[in-house]
């Protein structure tokens, strides 16, 4: 979050709940610096437990709200990879020539991204470049001349 949107939720989130608690320019800069790293969701979801855990101090402390932020953090990345399928079929390269491997000739390899959101968010140049690292590691690995004859990868425009 950029520095205004974490002091929003700061004030928002935690300051709200504390409501005799003063904190002076430098403690507001500590926390803020603290928070920036997480989400708005992440910073409420921590607030609410920190209050429900800790409702005795007059003041919340920073290392136990970093203690709460990091284990809904790490909830949700754990979410994010569960939303995966695995791996998907990013493209496939069949052999067209081997000199020392006629056997080769004919042969698919097919290469796979782990993170099928990934191929949604390349750039226009990307495929090019991914055709050619993909003939070029087919050429690396087995030898003979590769080339790309079909997968998933966004198309060239």
């Known amino acids: 979050m950029t520095f205004e949107q974490t002091k929003a939720a700061f004030e928002k989130y935690i300051h709200s709940r504390w409501p005799?608690?003063?904190p002076n320019d430098i403690?507001?800069?500590?926390w803020i610096k603290s928070l920036q790293k997480y989400e708005e969701l992440e910073i409420c979801r921590s607030a609410f437990q920190y209050v429900q855990a800790f409702e005795k101090y007059n003041e919340p402390k920073l290392p136990k709200m970093l203690m709460l932020l990091k284990k809904a953090a790490n909830a949700r990345l754990c979410n994010q990879r569960k939303k995966t399928d695995g791996p998907v079929l990013a493209y496939s390269c069949k052999c067209i020539e081997h000199e020392k491997r006629p056997e080769y000739v004919g042969k698919v390899i097919n290469f796979y991204e782990s993170n099928p959101q990934s191929l949604q968010q390349v750039s226009p140049v990307l495929p090019t470049a991914a055709k050619l690292i993909a003939e070029r590691l087919g050429e690396r690995i087995y030898g003979g001349k590769w080339i790309v004859i079909g997968g998933s990868m966004p198309r060239e425009s």
């Open 27 to 30: 403690t507001i800069a500590d």
């Open 20 to 22: 005799n608690w003063q």
